[in-house]
T-cell receptor, first 115, second 115 residues
């Protein structure tokens, strides 16, 4: 069964460093998303992406964040200068959104630890 | 802004019981609602998707209902098993006009099924 994959599973970085989190969405899906979950808190929407551009973004998604689909399969989230509060689980999701069905499928997540 | 509340926050029952998990949301202009399961330290597994035009959806021992006008959904789990132990998340989707819309999550119901 097709699934969303994410790499790495765990990333440790120093404050101020740039990180890139990678996702491979389900191959025929057209809509891509990033969410984050700080330990013990709700899953929060960051950004959605369709047709090679950002479709929607939340207040969390500030200038430190960017997304890209560099090729036909990968979808990346870049954090330019990490802060301690960026430590969280980051989930990628994708959906086909056919005939109004926007069921989103999530990857296993990347745990980001900023020291 | 959509707010999602899930009740109860935690539930511990012996196996075999039938359970009802509740979800309420403030913005009834949703296009669908997803129920997810999250195991500790893991990603989100989609359990059921209910379209806004539907009243309920079933998958195996799971049945989800939706009352869009009152902003409520319930997840019914029949004949619970220890393997059902997880956190259950409700996430309604609202059209933003941008086309690829992020989900808003509740804090979840942490369910423990005792053998």
């Amino acid at each position: 069964e097709p699934e969303v994959t994410q790499t790495p599973s765990h990333q440790v970085t120093q404050m101020g460093q740039e990180v890139i989190l990678r996702c491979v969405p389900i191959s025929n899906h057209l809509y891509f998303y990033w969410y984050r979950q700080i330990l013990g808190q709700k899953v929060e929407f960051l950004v959605s992406f369709y047709n090679n551009e950002i479709s929607e973004k939340s207040e969390i998604f500030d200038d430190q964040f960017s997304v890209e689909r560099p090729d036909g399969s990968n979808f990346t989230l870049k954090i330019r200068s990490t802060k301690l509060e960026d430590s969280a689980m980051y989930f990628c999701a994708s959906s086909l959104r056919l005939a109004g069905n926007n069921e989103q499928f999530f990857g296993p997540g990347t745990r980001l630890t900023v020291l | 802004k959509q707010e999602v509340t899930q009740i109860p926050a935690a539930l511990s029952v012996p196996e075999g019981e039938n359970l009802v998990l509740n979800c309420s949301f403030t913005d009834s202009a949703i296009y669908n609602l997803q129920w997810f399961r999250q195991d500790p330290g893991k990603g989100l597994t989609s359990l059921l998707l209910i379209q806004s035009s539907q009243r309920e959806q079933t998958s195996g021992r799971l049945n989800a209902s939706l009352d869009k006008s009152s902003g409520r959904s319930t997840l019914y789990i029949a004949a619970s098993q220890p393997g059902d132990s997880a956190t259950y998340l409700c996430a309604p989707g609202v059209f933003s006009g941008g086309g690829a819309d992020g989900l808003t999550f509740g804090k979840g119901t942490h369910l423990i099924i005792q053998p």
